[in-house]
């Protein structure tokens, strides 16, 4: 019997999820290490990931060690979904696929935990600075309703990891707007759709609720 693939993580912080969503999808074995904000940046975790954040995995089965989310879900694809379940292999679907995944880490990404550290642990308080990621909060909305126009998913015609990348950002939204978060059924309904859609998956259900639990009782 192989050994779990070990899945570094931290309670809170959303890219660490988006693996283990992909994970679960994938029905992979895996274990996880969840790590604090001081954990990671001490000598031990540095030689993993010199870059000192969340999340990397180690492959026992293959011997990778590998940092970055965008990274590791694009190696789990590659490696191990044999059957092209989340991912296409045919033009412009691969494409367009790693179109939305650089989208997700080059856009929603930085505005949303820009938005978070502005809101939540900013000791100034800036009212312009909140306002400012807020608004780019809602301008990665906008992007997503306008490209889901007549459409389930981002690319093709099934669930992807271009899908399933947004997903744990996006479940942070009413914490991010201290629970008074845009109305996306009215403002942004394509969205809102596919939300819900990609939200009601059992594997993405399983992880969202791990969380959920885990934070319910531990601190950040």
């Known amino acids: 019997m192989s050994q779990p693939i070990k899945l570094y993580s931290h309670t809170f912080g959303p890219s660490p999820w988006k693996v283990a969503i992909v994970l679960k999808e994938l029905e992979l074995e895996y274990e996880t290490q969840f790590l604090t904000q001081q954990e990671v940046k001490q000598e031990t975790y540095e ?14 089965k293959t011997g990778v060690v590998l940092w970055e989310s965008a990274a590791i879900i694009e190696y789990l694809i590659s490696e191990y979904d044999t059957s092209n379940a989340l991912t296409y292999t045919t033009s412009p679907e ?35 600075a909140q306002q400012r990621t807020k608004n780019e909060i809602k301008r990665v909305l906008s992007v997503l309703n306008r490209a889901l126009e007549g459409r389930e998913y981002l690319v ?44 009601s998956r059992p594997a993405v259900q399983k992880i969202l609720k791990e969380k959920d639990d885990l934070n319910a009782t531990t601190n950040l």
């Open 47 to 60: 030689k993993i990931n010199p870059n000192g954040r969340l999340p990397a995995i180690e492959d026992p």
């Open 156 to 199: 093709g015609d099934k669930c992807t990891i271009a899908d399933l990348a947004f997903v744990t950002w996006d479940a942070m939204i009413p914490w991010i707007f201290e629970n008074n978060p845009p109305d996306t059924a009215s403002l942004y309904p394509n969205y809102h759709a596919w939300h819900q859609r990609i939200t």
């Open 94 to 128: 691969k494409y367009q696929l790693k179109q939305w995944l650089y989208f997700q880490m080059s856009a929603q990404g930085p505005s949303f935990e820009q938005a978070s550290w502005s809101i939540h642990f900013d000791p100034e308080q800036n009212d312009s």
